[in-house]
């Protein structure tokens, strides 16, 4: 499964990016897609995940009213609105397929498979600056 990730930059504290997630194999209304994001030197983590439209997401507590994810299953893009960034918001941010319904688990079990395999896509960097 093909994902690219786009829509990272470098922003002031308090600003905003929207990160976008193209598939170009599937529908995302197949899978549940997420959002992970990876610091040099620290490990990947999830950050936000969704299921369906008519499902509650799931939000890292740090970013909790500050990020929302969405997909729009006609374009095949799934999207990550990020405001009020913050400097430890830094990291590469990449979106993936779960291997199940969106939950803090599946995301990590997601992550663990990708890391194993080597398959995760490029990412895009997001970068904010105090």
């Known amino acids: 499964v093909q994902l690219v990730e786009s829509g990272g930059g470098s922003v002031q504290a308090g600003g905003s990016l929207r990160l976008s997630c193209a598939a170009s194999e599937f529908t995302f209304d197949d899978y549940a897609i997420g959002w992970f994001r990876q610091d040099p030197g620290k490990e990947r983590e999830g950050v936000s995940c969704?299921?369906?439209?008519?499902?509650?997401?799931y939000y890292k507590d740090s970013v909790k009213g500050r990020f929302t994810i969405s997909s729009d299953f006609s374009n095949r893009t799934a999207s990550l609105q990020t405001d009020s960034l913050q400097p430890e918001d830094t990291a590469v941010y990449y979106c993936?397929?779960?291997?199940?319904?969106?939950?803090?688990?599946?995301?990590?079990?997601?992550?663990?498979?990708?890391?194993?395999?080597?398959?995760w896509g490029q990412g895009t960097q997001v970068t904010v600056s105090s």
């Open positions: 993936a397929a779960l291997y199940g319904p969106c939950s803090i688990e599946v995301m990590t079990t997601t992550a663990r498979i990708l890391t194993e395999v080597n398959s």
């Open positions: 969704m299921s369906s439209l008519d499902t509650v997401p």
